[in-house]
């Protein structure tokens, strides 16, 4: 078992006391990551403050260097990567090896989409005659140092959604991993290390977030924050922090609405992939489905036989449906099948567990006085709600407290445009599952699912902040 360290200003750096990590899907102790508390965290801060006046200093070009780097160099050990992070979150090897390769990809676009940063040049006079002698240069300039706090989903993908553009646009980094997946994001840290970042412009820290999450979130050197997590937590950081910058990609109710003249056997294709990709643990997983009777039958018999195809596994078997990343989700996701069959729900495929493993399951005939309706479940578990038409798709769909994404099944292009512009979400995907790519796309939620734009450009531009200067001719 191998002892990982923290990456503090520009070098491996361990704790006393340590965190021992295991395979979910088998138990066997991984290896051991620093416990950081808050009083380590003072070296790790103040080595991002003074690194960032001399990388901001660079020409992008040159920060654009470095990240092709290590691009290049994350390509090269995509097999290796991704089977540890297959081992340490339970993703099947191929999946997880694709987020590295896919991880590389964003880094290397990053850079190129850096080197187009462009500032602005206003004419006072468009506005009004009195001010035709002013001219306004507006130029972008970093926030600072960001803190980046990455989800054990994807602790490769959504580390480096969050450093690459902090890093392109001159800002430093302290990357706070997730515990289940902190040797993952280690990883990535070591990849920009060696392509080479310069002492304290990325920094790492491990350890438990109920230790030093406030600590981290309320530190005077943080100027800016970019978290990936739940609504719970993610309420809770916007809070203590008060006027700093926030970026938020938090949780989501998903649903996918099949119209009448859908293509059933495209829907029920994409909503199974949808809902069971990675055993449903992701924010943009699909987790409910709003069909009328005229459909209901046929749409589940349809999901029902997509389900069948289905393997139940292990990760290094490539399995479609792996075990969970713990029992704690196992158990929320079992309270909440077993709620929605005590009120009427009926169980199309049989409910199988074994301790963190739970197989992929349909219930028919969700309600909504069931939770199944409104909770997110981090797991693989699919509710149909039936309705009568798509006005009230719209409204059961608008009543959650989320708003992320929806996906539209129709062949009625105008239609779908009517109703995605109706739904309170992010994004709508028309005849396809839910899902967060490409990468350079906008990607955001509304209401309890998030603040703020991500995508590669929007990312960069989240991260600094413009400054106008006005001249007078």
Partial sequence: MKSYLNLVNGEWKGTSQTITIKEPATGK???TVPAMEEKEIEEVMQSARQAQK????????????????AAQLLKKEAVEIGTLLSKEIAKSRAASIQEVERTADLIAYTAEEGCRMEGQILEGGSFSKKDQNKIAFVHKEAMGVVLAIAPFNYPVNLAA?????????????????PTQGAISGLQLARIFHE???????LNTVTGRGSVI???????????????????????????????????????????ALVLEDADLENAAKEIVAGAFQYSGQRCTAIKRVFVTEKNADALVAAIQKEMETLSVGLPEENADITPLIDRFVADHIEFLIEDALLKGAVA??????????????????????????????????????????????????NASEYGLQSAIFTNNYPLAMEIGKALKVGTVHMNHRTQRGADHFPFLGIKNSGLGVQGIKYSIDAMMRMKSFVFER
């Fill in 348 to 397: 199309k495929t049989k409910y199988q567990r074994e301790r963190n493993l739970i197989w992929p399951m349909l219930l028919d005939q969700v309600t909504v006085d069931m939770d199944l309706a409104w909770e997110e479940p981090f797991g693989p578990v699919l509710p149909i709600l039936r309705v009568k038409d798509v006005e009230e798709m719209i409204r059961l769909a």
């Fill in 213 to 255: 999450g406030d600590a981290l979130v309320t530190h005077p050197e943080v100027d800016a924050i970019n978290f990936t997590g739940s609504t719970e937590i993610g309420t809770h950081i916007a809070e203590l922090a008060g006027m700093k910058p926030c970026i938020m990609e938090l949780g989501g109710k998903d649903a």
């Fill in 54 to 69: 001399e990388w901001q200093a660079l020409a992008v070009v040159e920060r654009a260097q470095i990240l092709h780097q």
């Fill in 161 to 177: 959604s969050k450093i690459a553009p902090a890093l392109i646009g001159g800002n430093t980094v302290v990357f706070k991993t």
């Fill in 29 to 31: 102790e991984l290896g």
């Fill in 195 to 201: 392509a080479g970042v310069p002492a304290g412009v």
